[in-house]
């Protein structure tokens, strides 16, 4: 009799318990993932929603479209991309689009407007022509564009994405920052002609979590951005502009983000500049920094993060990503590479 009673207990607790958990599940994270596309840029947002937003889609020819598609489905489970942005018009922007598109739907895409003729890719035409055939819902960015995202719960912080600015116009804030100080000291570069002066700038707002997207803006109108006024205002994780290149990331940008967490989108052989990291240890706010791949270049400016924050070491590598996981309250987030179980977890700015 005994054993019976204890036997029926258990059964209704266990029972109990399975449906508090279903009908309560863990509130989600938002996720972030830089898929290696080699120093192409292709970072993946997935909302707690579990609606997704790629901005920018790496080469063509295969590798960075399976990249991503292995990513989006086998890590983040999800069977289409809901909202594509294009933030410019080069080839390791745009380049994986049309090969993405014939793995997985995309329902959206958002871009600037394609160009006619670009000055500095004298085969244009035809490298864009895939990219203007995808069949999907097309919107034209402007300053200040809102891509609508699903509501969350209630339980959840509150999510924005919206676009700065592009083709070097950025939208008005109500309150703007003066930026004086750091305006004073900032020096220009000879003007950059090409579409990556042009790219689009993008914020995103989780709670009071803030990260920023500026593609492969340029020194020149990064400073535009932040002078006289400081108009995306500080962040937490700072995607690092232009694969970390030194014609980008000039340190009136980034002493005006003055981010926790820079992320940088390098190849073995691309970006992560002298420069560009001298401006990013010369902010003291800047706690870590990671990189897709270890700098392998062989002219001496090969300065590296510490390994650990390296997500590949070696050449051919087995294109391990960063992944971010803000927190469902948006107070705290953690950068991790899941492939080498490395992992540090940051709180947000107040
Ligand atoms: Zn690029």
Redesign the pocket.
Known sequence: MNTRFFLLTLCVLVVVFFTNTASTPPARTLDVYWVDVEG??ATLLVTPAGESVLIDTGNPGGRDAQRIYQVATEVAGLKQIDHLIVTHF?I??YGGAAELAKKMPIKRIYDKGIPQTLREDAEFASRIAPYRQIQAERITLKPGTQIKLKALPKRVAKLALWCLGLDQKFADKADPQANTANCDAATDKPVDTSDNANSTVFMMEFGSFRFFDGG?LTWNVEKTLVCPDNLPGEVDVFQVN??GLDQSNNPVLVKALLPTVAVINNGTRKGCGPDTFTALQNTPSIQAIYQLHKNLREDGATINTQPEKIANMEENCAANYVKLSVEADGEKYTLSIPATKHQQVFTTKK
Do not use: F, K, L, R
């Open positions: 192409g840029a080069h390791d922007h492969d232009h694969h």
